[in-house]
Each structure stands twice: as structure tokens, then as C-alpha cells.
């Protein structure tokens, strides 16, 4: 009797791909063997999600699987344009050798395929599909229509414009795109999409380190150490990183560098987002703050202002002393003026300081005065509220600064969880005077960005305004101008 013929699987599905790659060689000489979390990437890619996330740490193979996806799709699929985003020339070059590297290796690829490393490009000759590698730039990428376009290391990208002319692109054409990425920095619009992704999918699997969210038509897999999770615990950073050429060992090898920070360790082999400049408070530690106890309905609320109408925000933080080691901060007001140019109504202050005052009535109001003298008269001639005239020049805001981060530290600041306020207070940096002191200061001097992610991401008034009332509870808490708890002990939890 005839053996039934084994059938060969249909370009397009994993057992295809999965035999397709098995022949390409590696920069090390071995042949390619996907590994389960690659392929789990790939069975849903070819599911048809018209968007695809992939976010690992570093160092998990993300370029090179690009590479072999950008390949596969040229061989198979007629007249295909694959354009491949990186955030930098440099970045460019990389891409563009890996994809060079798996043609140049594997002898049947070699045949089919032209490289051209003047122009970073790729043909294939069977069919003239093309590859085309180049740096982000939405002004450059708009003329392409791709089948399937690719964003590498998306957090890198100076914002997501391309990305998103790229995903209205790829609809003419039934096409997808990807995006293959390393975690970002909190607040940044590819973080805050990232987040959308993870939070918005109906169909999400959730594990100690991977999260797996589909929606209509996007797909994320995400490995990351959570939140709660301690970065320096080698099995859970392990379990983070997928690629089995990770291990302890190699993760215990990264750490022990000297060159190697927490900052980086956090961001690239945890996948965590970090900030790439020194916080002036850290995310632990601002987590470590959080409290579940809430300022209760109708007791008598200070609150801090700090006032912006253009492009800054204008801030407003409700402070609720239940004793001297016990300052619960939040939930902030945070206001976004248009940033058009045009100004924030001053009655949008009004009407959220009066929100507060109905909840919790306003006994002081802690502001500079000469930036919002409206909105002053308004809490003293409506609220009833004393008003402090606080300055913010470089002496009280080194006060200000002293008196915060002693109180945080011994842990007598406490807080809500409220996003807004944590954004403003991670985005802070500290900077030193001339006297030695310090003060929160903005990551970028630059205002005025019109960009609203690049914008959102060096706003700290929040925080200013957190800082200044706190400023003046100390003072009155201490019955002097000075005070400092270093030496105190820290507040149960």
C-alpha cells in the first residue's frame, strides 16, 4: 500500500515559516530554530492583525527576526514593499546588515535575492519585491505604500508620526505593520501607547512577565518585570527575557558591570519604563509613597498652585495633613492649556478649585501670586481661602526641595496613585546651584515644543505645586522657617 504523501504546509502559517527560516544560517553558523515566544509572535502576525507590537528586552533577537520576517515576505508575496524604520542611521546599518547577513549565508537566499548596501536595500529577484532600510522620518517615508512596514526599536523614534502614516499606508494594500521595541520613557507617547494596548485588549492573557492583549485589530506581546516586582531578582528578570541565550548566568554577568546602571538594567534588561536622565525622585521611590487611604469628604484641604497658561500646565494639588507624619497628596487637577498659542481660560481654575472646595473645603491656598492674581482674588473673595504669596525663586525653591524630599524619604509624604501627579513628579530632575543646593527642574530646557508627547514629558507643575504647599505646612508644623526629618524615624505603612 502507498504511503499517503506528506502535504507541505501553505505559505503564510507558522509550520510554513517555521521550515522556511530552519534553512537560514546565523552570523554564528548555526541554522535558525525559532524559539516558542517567536513563534507565538508569528502565528498571530499571521492571524492578520493589521497591527503587531513586539516589546522584549535587549539582546532577545528582535532585529534579526525582523530581518527574517522582511525576507519571508518578499519571497511570498508579489510586488511587496517593506519598508523598515529605524530611529537613526546607525540603527539603519544594523537592520540593513542582518537582513545582508542571512542572504549572504544561506546559499538558496543568495540566488534570489540582490543586495544593495549603497542604498540599504534588498530585491528580491524572483518577484522585484524590495526591502528599504532607512532612518524615521515622516517627511520621507510619506510617498510609500507598504505591504508590510516595519518600526524598529519604536521607543527610539523621535514620536510616532512615521508609524502612523505607515499604518494608514498599509491599509490600501491589505498590508500590517510592526513595531519591535524596547521599554520607553514613562509618560512618552509610544509608552502611553503601549499602555492603551496592554489595557484595551478583549482577548488578554496575562502572566508573571508577559502579557498577550488583542483587540479588533492589534496585537501586543509584551515581556516585562511588573511594577511590584523586584528588578534585582535574577529568576524574574529571567523570566522577562525569553530568548534562552539569557540565562542567570549571563544576567548575572550584565549586572555585576561596572558600567552597568540601574537606570539601564531597569530599562533594557528588565524592559521597564526609565527615565533616561536622573530622576530626582525615582520611581520606587515615589511608589513606595502610594497610600490606599483617601482625604476624607468634607475635612478642611490646603492646596498648592502652580499656575501656567500657555504650555505648562496649571496645576492644582490638594494636601490633607492628618498629623505631622502623616501628608496625603492628591488627586491632582492637572489643566493642558490648547498649546496653540492661545491661552487657558482663567475660569477653568475656578471651576476646578471650586470642584475641590465642595468636596473639601479650601482653607489655604499656596500660590505665586504674580503669575494668576485673578484666580488669588477668586479663592479669597469666593473660596474664603487665605492665600500665601509663595515665590519660586532658586532660594525658596531649594526650601521647598529640602523640605519635600526629607519628608519622602522618612516617609511622612504620602500619596493617592494619581497618575497626573506621578507623571509631573517623575519627569522632574534635580538640579544644583551654585550654593549646593538643589531644586526640581524640567528634564529639557526648551519650551514651546509643539510636539503635545514631547511636551508632556518634561511637565512638572504638579509637582511645584506639591512641593509649595508642603513648603508651608512644614513651616507651620515646625513653628519655623527650617525643619528637617532626617533623623526621624519612618512612619509605619
Not at 26 to 34: A, E, F, N, T, V
Not at 327 to 341: C, E, F, K, S, Y
Request: glycine residues 6%; charged residues 30%.
Amino acid at each position: 500500500m502507498k504511503k499517503p504523501t506528506k502535504t507541505a504546509p501553505k505559505p503564510w502559517t507558522l509550520p510554513h515559516f517555521r521550515e522556511w527560516i530552519s534553512e537560514l544560517v546565523l552570523d554564528d553558523g548555526s541554522k535558525w530554530k525559532l524559539e516558542p515566544f517567536q513563534e507565538a509572535f508569528i502565528k498571530d502576525l499571521f492571524a492578520g492583525f493589521l497591527e503587531a507590537w513586539f516589546i522584549l528586552p535587549e539582546g532577545s533577537g528582535k532585529t534579526t527576526l525582523v530581518a527574517g520576517l522582511a525576507l519571508y515576505h518578499c519571497e511570498f508575496k508579489a510586488s511587496a514593499s517593506v519598508p523598515v524604520a529605524a530611529s537613526s542611521r546607525d540603527q539603519a546599518e544594523i537592520l540593513y546588515g542582518q537582513a545582508e547577513g542571512l542572504v549572504l549565508r544561506t546559499p538558496r537566499l543568495a540566488k534570489i535575492f540582490k543586495c544593495l548596501p549603497g542604498y540599504r536595500r534588498i530585491i528580491c529577484k524572483l518577484n522585484r519585491s524590495r526591502i528599504q532600510v532607512w532612518a524615521a522620518d515622516e517627511r520621507t517615508g510619506d510617498g510609500v505604500i507598504p505591504t508590510l512596514a516595519i518600526t524598529e526599536e519604536l521607543h527610539r523614534h523621535r514620536d510616532l508620526k512615521l508609524y502612523r502614516t505607515w499604518r494608514g499606508k498599509v491599509k490600501k494594500r491589505g498590508g500590517q505593520i510592526i513595531a519591535i521595541s524596547t521599554a520607553g520613557e514613562p509618560g512618552s507617547e509610544f509608552e502611553q501607547t503601549r499602555t492603551r494596548m496592554r489595557e484595551s485588549g478583549h482577548d488578554v492573557t496575562r502572566e508573571t512577565c508577559f502579557t498577550r492583549a488583542a483587540a479588533e485589530t492589534t496585537i501586543i506581546h509584551d515581556w516585562a518585570v511588573p511594577e511590584k516586582a523586584d528588578v534585582e531578582d535574577l529568576a524574574v528578570v529571567k523570566a522577562a527575557n525569553p530568548f534562552s541565550g539569557v540565562t542567570i548566568a549571563s544576567l548575572r554577568e550584565d549586572r555585576a558591570s561596572a558600567t552597568m546602571t540601574l537606570d539601564h538594567w531597569s530599562r533594557f534588561k528588565c524592559n521597564r519604563p526609565t527615565r533616561s536622565v536622573q530622576s530626582a525622585i525615582t520611581e520606587a521611590e515615589w511608589a513606595a509613597a502610594a497610600t490606599d487611604v483617601r482625604i476624607p469628604e468634607g475635612e478642611p484641604i490646603a492646596v498648592g498652585v502652580d499656575s501656567a497658561w500657555k504650555w505648562d500646565c496649571f496645576a492644582i494639588v490638594p494636601l490633607w495633613v492628618r498629623d505631622a507624619k502623616f501628608r496625603l497628596l492628591g488627586p491632582a487637577a492637572i489643566l493642558v492649556p490648547p498649546r496653540d498659542g492661545t491661552s487657558l481660560h482663567p475660569d477653568e481654575p475656578k471651576k476646578a478649585l471650586r470642584a475641590i472646595h465642595e468636596r473639601n473645603p479650601i482653607h489655604t491656598v499656596v500660590m505665586d501670586m504674580t503669575r494668576a492674581e485673578e484666580v488669588a482674588a477668586f479663592c479669597r473673595d469666593e473660596l474664603g481661602a487665605e492665600v500665601i504669596d509663595h515665590s519660586q525663586g532658586n532660594a525658596q525653591a531649594a526650601l521647598d526641595f529640602e523640605r519635600f524630599m526629607d519628608a519622602l524619604r522618612v516617609g511622612w509624604i504620602r500619596h493617592t496613585g494619581d497618575a497626573g501627579l506621578a507623571r509631573h513628579v517623575l519627569n522632574a530632575v534635580a538640579r544644583e546651584l551654585p550654593d549646593k543646593k538643589a531644586k526640581f527642574e524640567r528634564p529639557a530646557a526648551t519650551r514651546q515644543n509643539r510636539d503635545r508627547f514631547a511636551q508632556e514629558a518634561r511637565v512638572i507643575d504638579a509637582l511645584d505645586a506639591a512641593a509649595m504647599v508642603h513648603s508651608e505646612a512644614a513651616i507651620e508644623m515646625a513653628g519655623q522657617e527650617e525643619e528637617s526629618w532626617a533623623d526621624s524615624s519612618v512612619t509605619d505603612r
